[in-house]
């Protein structure tokens, strides 16, 4: 299983950037996608997640900037961000869950893509 993220760039705060992420390869469903961040001297934090179903959930510091949405049919995931602080300046990653037919879910991650927030 692969994931291909792309959007990433430099941006002025106030501005808005939009991130995807595909996720391609042998696999059944894909059950949630999730975009992570990780800024330079800290941890890796999850952003935001959606579901097969559509539930989304977000970290408060981006709650009513960001908003992440699905296409299960082209398995793939976009975060919209707006809005944007220079604390947003970080690699985002997305991570996908996925099944094989079974019971069991495994988690995949794509490469990280660059997001600079800076004037």
């Known amino acids: 299983v692969q994931l291909q993220a792309y959007g990433g760039g430099v941006v002025q705060p106030g501005g808005s950037l939009r991130l995807s992420c595909v996720a391609s390869?042998?696999?059944?469903?894909?059950?949630?996608m999730e975009w992570y961040r990780q800024a330079p001297g800290k941890q890796r934090e999850l952003v935001a997640r959606?579901?097969?179903?559509?539930?989304?959930n977000y970290s408060d510091s981006v709650k009513g900037r960001f908003t992440i949405t699905g296409d299960n049919a082209k398995n793939t995931v976009a975060l919209q961000m707006n809005s944007l602080k220079p604390e947003d300046t970080a690699v985002y990653y997305c991570n996908a869950h996925v099944t094989r037919g079974g019971p069991l879910q495994y988690s995949y991650w794509g490469q990280g893509t660059q997001v600079t927030v800076s004037s």
């Open positions: 390869g042998r696999f059944f469903s894909v059950n949630v």
């Open positions: 959606i579901t097969s179903g559509g539930i989304t």
